[in-house]
């Protein structure tokens, strides 16, 4: 486009070569290669050969994918995939497309170590899918593996005792966010071109972010991450569809979302259909050429001071801002910076981290039959990462009448959002994170700007607005930093419902900067 050369970051150019892509089939979007299928153009065995050459080179430096099945059965599916397309028999647009299942979630075949975790590491083949892998499987997605979590999902850095950590494909000396950060790396590298996430505190934003891809945080509830309906055998999580139904029991809607992740706004909005089922989503409202002038954008920066911020963080937003969004030849959007009247962050912080430490506790007691493993293991048996021992404790000392507050407040952060941001503003914007990709031997960001984060998980705290009142969100890659080329997101977010109108102002965005086609990283 006339955009091409458009600078969107402190610097125009960046330390990467479009002539590093691991060859064409791998570098195209799903869309295009579910076309090319589907007109037995390409073979899916060609594929899966692609994938699977690309995946043994680049996977023992960025350790993205775990729990890989054997080439042998995984070329036997994509000839199986062949031959049905040969018999006239088409499953569906995933038909022979390779991806790999957040360590998270259950498929039917593949173990779920949630984030190899030593609690649930038993190695153990699960007998049943997600209700979302259920559809992915019938629209004929093969499962490679699995991608690389932390552990019980905790934390927005990828790294546990079992596999190890997944680097940043821009730099493998830096975390690649998550916890879908196997999942996002998977495609940045150009390992998939789809993968699924989830996203309780920016689980599927500061990954989208860092590795300079798109993901969607759906209107909580959407999708279902319950067992499959027809089968009621309980998962390692302890779950199924008699006792979860999506619920938090804390909140009207889930604390936590899976949603799905890809180099392209249109091929989140198709895995978004199939994730959430046709009848919650429907990716023909997301138009290939959207106009969105005159969107009213409320820039939300850096919540007015509340949070500490690395430099050229937000300069690097706000040049994206004025020139894609606000530019008249380009998306000739309205930006308005709101640093006024803004809902009290400490009140936000006191709510959602009150709510998700009573909900984890919850869930791991239920999970577990109780948290003996956890707070009293005896020697020599199963323990969990201090971060995991922390949320716990602290959720059981949680009074009810602390958790009413709490419950109280996110009703009330609900009510601002409708009656407040949104009856001004279409959509509004957040970076993606606090923070520039770290060091992945860091555990966490102890220190933001001069300000000290005294938990685990404080350097997250900008994801907690979207969170909090369960409103879809897509993160779109915004750009990168002055030195090493690592990159930036935005979080761009609207009332509940609003998923159709934010992929499809990502999409016009993704016309303009073709991001992240244009700079795939060298390795």
Known sequence: TKFANMKLGPTGTLPLSATAQPNNLLSLDAISLSDLIRTRRVKCVDLMNQTLTHMQHINPKLNAIVSIKSKKDLLEEARAADEHIDKGIYKGWLHGIPTALKDLSNAEGLPTTMGGSKLFSSQKQQNMDDSFVRRMRNEGAIFVGKTNAPEIGLGSHTFNEMFGCTSNPYDESK???G?????AVSLSSRIFCLADGSDMMGSLRNPAGWNGIYSKRPTAG?????VDDDNDNETCRGENENKTEGKSLLLPYPISTPGPMARSPLDVAAFLQTMAGPKN???STVPSNPDVAATKIGWLADWSGAYPMEEGILPLCETTLHNVFENKDALDCHVEKISSALFDAKDLWYSWTTIRSRYLSDVLSEALGGLDKVLSPKVGDAV????????????LRITDQELQKAINIAGNWSNYVMADLFSKYDVCALPSAQVWPFDKHQRWPEV?????MEEYHRWMEIYIPVSLAGLPCVTIPAGYDEEGGLFMGLQLFGPR???SRLLSIAQAYHMIVNWPSKYPPLS
């Open 175 to 177: 975390s690649a966010g």
């Open 179 to 183: 916890s879908s950060g196997g999942a």
């Open 222 to 226: 959407m999708i279902s991450d319950e």
């Open 281 to 283: 989503f429907d990716a």
């Open 384 to 395: 969990v990462k201090p971060e995991v021992l922390w949320e716990v404790e602290r959720g």
């Open 448 to 452: 933001i700007n001069g300000y000290k």
């Open 497 to 499: 419902g609003s998923d």
